[in-house]
């Protein structure tokens, strides 16, 4: 575009600003929470009668039972492609699972390391952009993140491979599907590399799979059966798998699983047991009664896609509309997950974030998806289309659209 092109359209933007504006919006895009109706899909579980005793007899008002109910494990076994010795099931949330992991491991010793990672001065792998909260893991413990980009497929394997042979390279955040907030989905090749390449003895990648079976196409790829190829590969302990049913199910009430080699559970079980004296096998059984079976959580997740898979159709539709063809802004198709990755002009997207707040439009802040919330870009943004209803969502994505047009407007002409 010419100056004057680009004038004429700052003005144009301007005013459809200053319009969006005075519309007074109330609108949140920032965290990928399910919507109320689907949340509905799911409201027998409220009124589901729990038997007092599991099928193993065990009674499930008392404490104990610190691997889970056998029923629940067996259905994410199932689901994960991993077999039922090797996952236990625990409370609610699989990013405190994560959390209690990395801080036994800082404060004890885990298999293979020579003295607590607390002790020593460690790094991890972070794939850019990424999940916010593993980011703010490493951050609370004063762990340093190396980012590396992240592609459709998975990383830039051959600067991970350089990055874990540096023996204070202990760990890396893994999203192998739908990754947050990407989309991206790591195929069998990389996750092969992952599982073989030479790293310190104690390095341990968190496989977070906690968009495995939130697919929004027909396409129902399963899971990578990461365990076995990391036993395959020699490294039967690298893998901590997580998953849980908080986009399943209800999100902060629901159960969360671990899954990993005997040594791996057994170390973590030995820690476990001195935080809590069991988990909440009443929820767990309630989840089993309810979930029935692997097939019936696959067809609760498609009756969640019918809810979502129309609202990221929404996201698209308007993105192209406003923004294709541009040269300022390209986003992510996602195949599953939660989110929708938007790249903006380089320097423009805290000006972005903050121009639709002051619109009334919430968005994750700018940097949330890079270590230290540092985009050196300053690129990216991520949208989260859960939530909202389709007619809010829609008025979200145009209001933002209008605010990447203006910041790349302002820029360009700065
Ligand atoms: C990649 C990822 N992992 C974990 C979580 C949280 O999982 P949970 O609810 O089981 O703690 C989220 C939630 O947004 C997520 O996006």
Known sequence: MS?????????????????LKARGVKLDITRGKPSPRQLDLNRELLSIRVPAHAADGQDVRNYGGAKGLPEIRA????????????????DNSSLSIMYDLLGYAMLHRIDGAAEPWGRQTIKFIAPVPGYDRHFAICEHLGIEMIPVE????????????????????KGMWVVPMYANPSGAVY???????????PAAPDFRIWWDNAYALHHLTDAEPRPLPILQMAQQAGNPDRVFELASTSKITFAGD???FLASSTGNLNWYLSHAAVRSIGPDKVNQLRH???????????QLMRRHR????????????????????????????????????????????????????????ALTPAGASHPLHHDPHDRTIRLAPSFPSEGELAEAVDGVATCVLLAAAEKLLG
């Open 75 to 90: 259905i994410f076994a199932d689901l994960l492609g991993v077999g039922v010795d090797h996952i236990l099931a625990a």
């Open 306 to 361: 019918a809810l979502l898979a129309p609202k990221f159709g929404i996201v698209d539709r308007i993105l192209r509309e406003r923004l294709g063809g541009t040269g300022v802004a390209t986003w992510t198709h996602p195949s599953g997950g939660y989110f929708v990755t938007l790249d903006v002009l380089d320097g423009t997207a805290s000006r972005v974030v903050s121009l639709a707040k002051e619109a009334g439009i």
């Open 187 to 197: 195929d069998e090749q990389t996750a092969r590399r992952l599982v073989s390449m």
């Open 254 to 256: 629901g159960v969360a």
């Open 3 to 19: 100056r004057d092109q680009l004038s004429d359209l700052l003005e144009e933007q301007q005013s459809l600003f200053a319009e």
């Open 150 to 169: 992240l592609g459709e497929h998975g990383p830039d394997m051959d600067e991970v491979e350089r990055l874990a042979a540096d023996p204070s390279v």
């Open 288 to 298: 089993a009664l309810y979930l029935k079976d692997a097939d019936g959580v696959r």
